[in-house]
């Protein structure tokens, strides 16, 4: 039997994706809450973020908000695939090591615009969009792929090369992320 914070949390995601689905059609802006470390080291689990919701087609390096394993999800944009049934998202957090679940274009809720700081209310930079967010997306899509091809290595050579693969793309991306933000704020 679920305790009251899973029931919580069912409760809450399933609030957020009925809201987040009214705010898609209506075209709106909203700040959104964010938890966890998966877009470290630009956006901080407390931060919230602005979304955009709607219909637009996000570009590589926007961060965007989808629904994935009954949770909501703020990731980077790191390519897009044509399919038979229309555009596929490929997404992945700028702290994490794999790419998530790819999805249709259709599928994203929203992009995010901004995010603030919820303790100081101060904005930060984000690199999500234009040269900045795309260099940050070429990076993240280079070390997974890196990291997925780890995966098909030999085992004796599969766990050497992942171990340095491994810290090496999250200081790569987390770097890049870095620095795309930082040259924002000039």
Sequence with gaps: ?????????????????????????????????????????????????????????????EIVLFWEN????????????????????????????????????????????ACRRTETDALVPIAAGGRRGAFVAAVSAATGSALDAVQRLPRTLRRPAGKIGRRLAARLVAGSARVAAWSERA
Excluded: C, N
Excluded at 11 to 18: F, V, Y
Excluded at 21 to 26: D, E, I, L
């Design 1 to 61: 039997m679920p305790d009251e914070a899973q029931k919580t949390g069912v409760a809450d995601s399933t609030l957020a994706l009925a809201s987040f689905a009214v705010y898609k059609t209506r075209g709106a802006s909203e700040w959104v809450a964010v938890s966890g470390v998966s877009m470290l080291p630009l956006i901080r689990s407390g931060d919230e973020v602005l979304v955009r919701f709607g219909p637009e087609r996000p570009k590589r390096g």
């Design 70 to 113: 009954g949770r909501m999800v703020v990731h980077r944009l790191v390519r897009t695939r044509r399919s038979h049934e229309g555009d596929v998202l490929v997404t992945r957090g700028d702290g994490t090591l794999f790419f998530d679940r790819p999805f249709p274009a259709d599928e994203s809720f929203g992009i995010v615009r």
